[in-house]
């Protein structure tokens, strides 16, 4: 029996065709699931993306803070030293020198560790003073000590003292207490906590 054009259409339609459309629509459908698994697997993703990198802007954040705290508050620290270092060894050393640059006040420290010492020691002393005041010194040492200190007394004169006097025994060692730029050092090591606590305090 000879097939027409609608036979042989009909079995093109059954044979070929409708399965072709099924398994299409099976692939499209498979596809689109799998779209929609994919999409929603990278908007999780994208979200944890997301989160990781606010976390890890807010840690880097506070880290920085934290630095940034740190560093100012060294910086203070910084200033406030060198601020100490300018002012108090600085302002120490101009009145303990206008003091000790006074040969009346000098005569009488002098007079009065001289005369303490000799009461009890054998022990010649040294003294050692600024060379500018030699003139001046010079006649009152002669003056005062001639009797009371005798030969147990050697004063020199250098230019290597600022100000004040070094006084030591006269044992060849030439080791002096510093009654000048040492009184420096030592007030400036107690004016020191002062001044930070009343001038350069840190609030907490």
């Not at 020199?156 to 510093?178: M, Q, W």
Request: net charge negative; proline share 2%.
């Amino acid at each position: 029996m000879a097939m027409t054009l609608g036979d042989i259409t009909q079995e093109l339609n059954e044979k070929v065709l409708a399965p072709a459309k099924a398994e299409a629509a099976e692939l499209v459908a498979s596809a689109t699931k799998e779209a929609a698994s994919i999409l929603e697997q990278a908007k999780a993703e994208a979200l944890k993306i997301r989160q990781d990198a606010k976390s890890e802007a807010d840690r880097i954040n506070a880290q920085m803070q934290v630095e940034m705290e740190t560093a100012a508050r060294n910086f203070i620290i910084m200033v406030h030293e060198r601020l100490e270092a300018t002012v108090v060894p600085s302002v120490v050393h101009t009145e303990i020198k206008a003091t000790l640059c006074n040969t009346d006040f000098l005569k009488n420290v002098i007079e009065k560790l001289l005369v303490e010492f000799a009461k009890g020691h054998q022990t010649s002393l040294d003294i050692l003073l600024p060379n500018e005041i030699r003139e001046e010194m010079t006649e009152w040492f002669l003056a005062k000590f001639r009797e009371k200190m005798g030969s147990k007394l050697t004063v020199h004169f250098s230019d290597k003292v600022e100000f004040g006097f070094h006084l030591g025994a006269g044992d060849g060692k030439k080791a002096y207490f510093n009654f000048g730029t040492g009184l420096v050092e030592a007030f400036s090591a107690f004016c020191s906590p002062r001044f930070r606590e009343y001038f350069l305090k840190i609030e907490e």
